[in-house]
């Protein structure tokens, strides 16, 4: 087994343009330039790590000295071929500017651009992480850039062209090149696993592929270790116990318990998981993957698996894109947490503040029989009914604080309380009829000023508010992070503040 892992990414690492993965746009204009034999003498790579850069650079340098002529095809055989291939070519100098700061090393090979090739067609030279070149360094190459010899190409790979001067990008034919995506990436992983015959998890191949975030590099890396981790076998439990991953199954759970708005079995999960040393940050990632699975369920009603189909019928489409962009938020701000614990457990306390505010609404709307002619009878009615009806501005705030007292055939007869008398204008008393009207087109209204003898909507909704705030503020000061916290400051935190969070 060891022989294969250790060497997998440089085995397959791709020969010829025909075999590199992604990267389709400067493929095909570089395939175009050597086919039409149109050669720059400077050829700048830009990328993140891992997406190609040098392994491009080292097919093009292929492709203009192969013994059989210069194309996009290099024939992969001649000695020139096999030699670039084995890293041992003579006329392909390699430089990582990252590690040969050293002015003089640096300035000296530079300056001998000069000498013509031992023995290829062309002198090149290939200098990674050009960006890191010393200022002195840059000058030798900006000077040999500027006058280049026929003989001579230069290849630079960067992750930082920002950092280069302008001088020396206006002087090079420039390729941005592409983050790889996950499907490029699990393509490449699998092509691999297939032809080592080695056995594996496909969801567990997603995963490494998740890890690569755009680098075939890294991932490559990963599964490197994972078949040595699983004695040539790749599977989700070992990637998890590898990566500090957290089980698919408690992201499910922990998703289950937010969904039933079961703010203690959510903190209790949180705890637990954080006791089991999981990495939470990539927890949180999981769980934003896990909403956009139940996002696209819902739309488009393809998802196979039956457990997403059934937490896609508990919670509605528009919680869902907000839960997503808190978690997305949540991620941006972990960094910045006193600890991944707490940062995980406030973004899940601002999805269960808003899931309960939007519930409240949802239920009691959802209660009510829509009737044609006025028939209620009592508080409780009266509650549902504005509920439905859908007050606008100062009716709403208006309907809330009044009490049922009776209803005739024509007429509504509420009780406001005394000390809200200054909401009884006339424009906000016609706005509330208007909105009565539409159902109940001949109603008529009469507000009297008066002592409530019950709580009103209003009032009951402050309570669950302040009941809920009461809860969120105890769970939050009782957490053993906000505890070490206040410890370590020596300070306490000021439990009004808490109910400053942000619900979106
Ligand atoms: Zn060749």
Redesign the pocket.
């Known amino acids: 087994m060891s022989e294969h892992y250790q060497v997998l990414a440089r085995k397959y690492r791709p020969h010829s343009f025909a075999e590199l993965v992604g990267q389709t746009h400067t493929k095909k204009t570089l395939i175009n330039l050597l086919d039409a034999n149109n050669l720059h003498h400077g050829f700048l790579f830009t990328g993140t790590r891992g997406v190609g850069k040098t392994t491009i650079a080292r097919i093009f340098a292929?492709s203009i000295n192969?013994?059989?002529g210069i194309s996009s095809t290099?024939?992969?055989?001649?000695p020139?071929?096999i030699e670039i291939d084995k890293g041992q070519s003579i006329d392909l100098i390699e430089l990582d500017a990252a590690s040969h700061t050293g002015v003089d090393n640096m300035r000296d090979i530079l300056e001998n651009v000069q000498y013509m090739p031992s023995k290829n067609r062309y002198k090149i030279y290939l200098i990674d992480e050009v960006h890191m070149l010393s200022k002195s360094s840059f000058n030798a190459l900006l000077k040999t850039l500027e006058e280049p010899p026929e003989h001579a190409k230069f290849l630079l790979a960067t992750t930082d062209s920002q950092k280069l001067p302008l001088t020396v990008l206006s002087r090079c034919l420039q390729f941005t090149l592409q983050q790889l995506t996950h499907d490029e990436i699990l393509g490449q992983l699998k092509f691999i696993m297939d032809a080592e015959a080695l056995s594996y998890e496909e969801s567990a191949l997603g995963q490494i592929a998740d890890f690569g975030n755009g680098s075939m590099r890294d991932a490559l890396s990963l599964l490197d270790q994972s078949i040595s981790y699983g004695k040539g076998t790749v599977t989700n439990a070992d990637i998890k116990a590898m990566l500090g991953l957290v089980h698919h199954d408690d992201i499910i759970k922990l998703a289950t318990h937010l969904f039933n708005q079961d703010a203690k079995a959510v903190i209790n999960f949180i705890k637990d998981l954080s006791h089991r040393s999981e990495n939470l940050t990539n927890a949180l990632k999981d769980l934003s993957s896990l909403f956009h699975k139940i996002s696209i369920a819902q739309i488009v009603d393809i998802e196979s698996n039956k457990t997403i189909q059934n937490l896609s019928t508990q919670i509605s489409n528009f919680d869902l894109q907000i839960f997503y962009q808190m978690s997305i938020n949540g991620s941006k701000d972990m960094a910045l947490a006193p600890s991944e614990q707490i940062g995980f457990e406030m973004t899940l306390l601002r999805m269960l503040v808003f899931r309960s505010d939007a519930q409240l609404d949802a239920e009691e709307i959802s209660n009510v029989v829509e009737p044609t002619t006025l028939d209620i009878n009592n508080q409780q009615q009266w509650e549902t009914l504005t509920q439905a009806l859908e007050f606008k501005g100062g009716a709403q705030i208006l309907v809330e604080n009044t009490l049922f007292d009776n209803v005739s055939s024509t007429t509504l007869t509420l009780t406001l309380d005394n000390q809200f008398a200054n909401l009884l204008s006339d424009h906000v008393q016609k706005s509330m009829l208007t909105t009565l009207r539409q159902k109940f087109s001949t109603l008529n209204l009469v507000i009297n000023l008066g002592k409530p003898n019950a709580q009103t909507l209003a009032q009951k909704k402050t309570q669950v508010h302040n009941e809920k705030m009461k809860k969120i503020q105890e769970q939050f000061l009782n957490d053993r992070g906000v505890q070490k916290l206040e410890r370590t400051f020596d300070t306490k935190i000021n439990i009004n503040s808490i109910k400053e969070i942000n619900h979106v």
């Open positions: 292929k192969c013994e059989q290099p024939c992969g055989k001649c020139t071929c």
